[in-house]
């Protein structure tokens, strides 16, 4: 195998028993990473997946057709953050979900 591609890929938890098991059935090699966003500071998902330059497309299409786009409300500031009697806005909605994908190129891969 010349893994050639390395892809970064962060959903969200929902998605990632349809995207492992997807992954398993076409024949992929990954590792699953739990991460933590950002921003919402909740659990997601990465994934690491080493391929071929020719799977690259269909590795892709494997991902965006097994994630999909919520929205979420999240307040701005944690209430926990603010200080006693700060003015806490209301809570704002955020697309979540989906995908964000990394495509790395890789210098060298060793199995030993
Ligand atoms: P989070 O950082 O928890 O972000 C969750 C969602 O919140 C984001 O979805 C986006 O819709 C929104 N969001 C993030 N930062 C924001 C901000 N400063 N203001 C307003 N809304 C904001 P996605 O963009 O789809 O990202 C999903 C997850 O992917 C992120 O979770 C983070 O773990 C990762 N991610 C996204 N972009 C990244 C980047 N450039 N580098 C590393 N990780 C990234």
Redesign the pocket.
Known sequence: MRVVKLLIC?VHNRDKGKIVDELVRAGFKFTIIG?T????R?G?TTFLIGVEEDELPAVLKLISQNCKTREQLVNVTPIEAAPPGAFIPSPVK???G?A?VFVLDVARFERY
Request: glycine share 24%; aromatic share 8%; hydrophobic share 45%.
């Open positions: 962060i991460s966003g950002g921003f919402l909740e997601n955020v697309p979540v989906g964000v």
